[in-house]
Structure formats: structure tokens, C-alpha cells
């Protein structure tokens, strides 16, 4: 028999339970969040960066990659679907659809892709006739620019060019003479296609005496004078020119002060209005004031 208190033999004893100072450490330094983080996001990251860098230090890998991109850039923009088949113009007169066309010189089938929709609209915006145009791509694979054409209300004689005017003063068109847009009034003279509102004021006061202008001429760059057939001219102010158009229209129901020998109706100084007879008027007063 073995005796009861014989000491245990030294290579069966124990494993102390404690960690190691290693082991220790680590477990300290895990429970700390920077470097839980920079253990489970920025070495995979590292490592991954790592392995893209060697992958990519050859020019040839380079290369192919480069290569292969772009092969799949141009499968994917080059699709049915993303092609743009036709180019229309909605509101626009054919005068002006024909010159967009002409102006973008399109050639279709092409891709939205290569289509720069912006610089096609600042072309398009350099057309006088065009006050604004949105581009847009509709459905099927057609372009379509919705225009905002310029509407012409009266022709302007300068002294190089006839043009016709929008109701802003904007340039429409050039046209050869006047004779192209007889139904529109005239205006000429330094200056009228800046006051264009003004003389629209102007025309609509007149209206019942329309039928006779010829023209209206802008003097000065201030005022301005209505021409008017059997060589009649009247002379408006400066200032507030429509209530002087209306005392006329006024005069004139009452006398047909129009259907007179008069040349001149003189209303620049509104208080003191002045009559020019024509040479037969006034040899006729002359001599009726000569015989009373």
C-alpha cells in the first residue's frame, strides 16, 4: 500500500488556469474599439489594397483592364434601346424647323450617350427667330426640341437691314423689304427697336387710324411721329404721347380734323397744339381773310 500523505509526483500536477502575459495583453488590447476596428476593417482593407497593387503594377494587366472597360462601355451605350433613331421640332414654324436641322446636321441612329443635350441647346438658342428650346428624349428613340419661336409684330427700317421685331425688340428675322410683311406696322428711325412697348402702346391707341399709317418714326431716340398717307405727319411729345393721340382721334370724329388740307398735326407742346396747312389751305385762308 501506498502511503496516504505521499506528495504528488511533479510532472502530474495542475495547469495553472491563469493566461499567459502574452495572451493576457491581447485580450486587453481587443477590448479596446480602435483597435477592434483596425483589426477587423483596416487590415482586410490593407490586405486587399495590397493584393490590387501587386495586381496592377504589371502595365500589361493595366492595359487589358483599360481595355476591357471600354469594350463594355461601348456593348452597354451602344444597346437598341439607347440609340436615338429620329430628330423631331414641335412648335415651330417649317422655315425654322428646316434651319434647326441644317444648324444641328444630327447624324442618326446615334447613341443618347454622345448626344451633349446641353451644347445642342446652345446652338439652337443662337438662332434668332428662337426665344428659348428644351431638348428632351422621348420613348422609341426620338430627339425632340420644343421651341419657343419669337412671334414678329413689327418691321424695323434701320439703316442697314429690314427686320422684323418681336414685341421685346428682339431680332426675328431679316426679310428683304418691307413689302414681305405688309400686315405688320412699320416703325423706323435710331433707336426704335429699343422702345418697341412703347410704340405697341402707341399703335393700340390708334387703332381707328391704323389703316392710314405708313409708318412711325422714332425722332431723336425720344419721341415719336406717326406718317400717315396724303402726306400728313403727326408729331407726338415726349412725355405721355397717348392722351395726346387721343385728343386727335377725338378732334378728328368731331371735324375730321384728318380729312383736311393739314400736313402736320403738331403736338409737342401738348398745351399749345399746332395745325400746318398744306399751300392750297393756306392761299384759301389768305384769301378769305383778305375778302371777310
Known amino acids: 500500500m501506498q502511503p496516504m500523505n505521499r506528495p504528488p509526483h511533479r510532472g502530474h500536477g495542475r495547469r495553472d488556469p491563469a493566461p499567459s502575459r502574452f495572451n493576457y495583453r491581447l485580450q486587453r ?22 493584393v490590387v497593387g501587386i495586381y496592377f503594377a504589371s502595365e500589361s494587366r493595366r492595359a487589358g483592364v483599360a481595355q476591357s472597360y471600354v ?60 426665344a428659348d428650346v428644351a431638348l428632351r428624349i422621348a420613348p422609341g428613340g426620338v430627339l425632340t426640341a420644343d421651341v419657343d419661336e419669337r412671334v414678329p409684330v413689327v418691321v424695323w427700317r434701320s439703316a442697314a437691314n429690314v427686320e422684323l421685331l418681336d414685341a421685346e425688340g428682339n431680332r426675328v428675322m431679316l426679310v428683304a423689304e418691307r413689302n414681305d410683311r405688309a400686315d405688320l406696322p412699320l416703325i423706323a428711325g435710331t433707336g426704335a427697336n429699343k422702345a418697341v412697348p412703347e410704340v405697341m402702346a402707341l399703335i393700340a391707341a390708334a387703332e381707328p387710324i391704323m389703316p392710314r399709317v405708313r409708318g412711325i418714326v422714332r425722332v431723336g431716340e425720344r419721341r415719336w411721329d406717326f406718317v400717315l398717307d396724303r402726306n400728313q405727319r403727326i408729331l407726338l411729345p415726349v412725355d405721355d404721347p397717348i392722351p395726346a393721340i387721343e385728343r386727335i382721334l377725338a378732334l378728328d370724329q368731331a371735324d375730321d380734323l384728318l380729312a383736311r388740307d393739314v400736313i402736320a398735326i403738331d403736338f409737342r407742346l401738348k398745351e399749345r397744339p399746332v395745325l400746318r396747312l398744306a399751300p392750297n389751305a393756306m392761299a384759301e385762308l389768305r384769301r378769305a381773310r383778305a375778302n371777310p
Open 29 to 50: 488590447m481587443m477590448l479596446t474599439p480602435i483597435y477592434r476596428r483596425l483589426f477587423r476593417v483596416g487590415l482586410p482593407i490593407l490586405l486587399v489594397t495590397l
Open 71 to 130: 469594350a463594355l462601355k461601348e456593348a452597354f451605350q451602344g444597346r437598341p434601346e439607347f440609340q436615338v433613331h429620329l430628330f423631331r421640332v414641335e412648335n415651330a414654324s417649317p422655315q425654322l424647323a428646316e434651319t434647326i436641322r441644317r444648324l444641328l446636321d444630327l447624324q442618326l441612329p446615334e447613341s443618347s450617350f454622345d448626344l451633349d443635350l446641353v451644347a445642342l441647346r446652345e446652338r439652337i438658342l443662337t438662332l434668332d427667330p428662337v
